[in-house]
Nanobody
Framework: QVQLVESGGGLVQAGGSLRLSCAAS????????MGWFRQAPGKEREFVAA????????YLADSVKGRFTISRDNAKNTVYLQMNSLKPEDTAVYYC????????????????WGQGTQVTVSS
């Protein structure tokens, strides 16, 4: 069982930056692939970024490539999403997710989810 708690969301102007953190409980965090997803009002939850247990494989949605980076610190049981050059269309609730298997980019492959953190980008 893994519990995930996101933090770092907030209100930022377009062009600004935020760093989201996802703290995980459990001693086996280092064996889990981790992902970030987001959901805007009235839209389906969509993939943003994912990282393998070792950090050796990273995937990013086309819409965030060049602006967002994902990383993890297994010693701290934490995964990060650094978001730069934010745009109003990045406004959403951002969710952290974990799966005890290979890294994946689809929501249904993840077993554990955090409660989400709101990111609002003003124009």
């Amino acid at each position: 069982q893994v519990q995930l708690v996101e933090s770092g969301g907030g209100l930022v102007q377009a062009g600004g930056s935020l760093r989201l953190s996802c703290a995980a409980s459990g001693r086996t965090f280092s064996s889990y692939a981790m992902g970030w997803f987001r959901q805007a009002p009235g839209k389906e939850r969509e993939f943003v970024a994912a990282i393998s247990w070792s950090g050796g494989s990273i995937y990013l949605a086309d819409s965030v490539k060049g602006r967002f980076t994902i990383s993890r610190d297994n010693a701290k049981n934490t995964v990060y999403l650094q978001m730069n050059s934010l745009k109003p269309e990045d406004t959403a609730v951002y969710y952290c997710a974990a799966r005890n298997s290979k890294v994946a980019v689809t929501t249904f492959r993840y077993d554990y989810w955090g409660q989400g953190t709101q990111v609002t980008v003003s124009s």
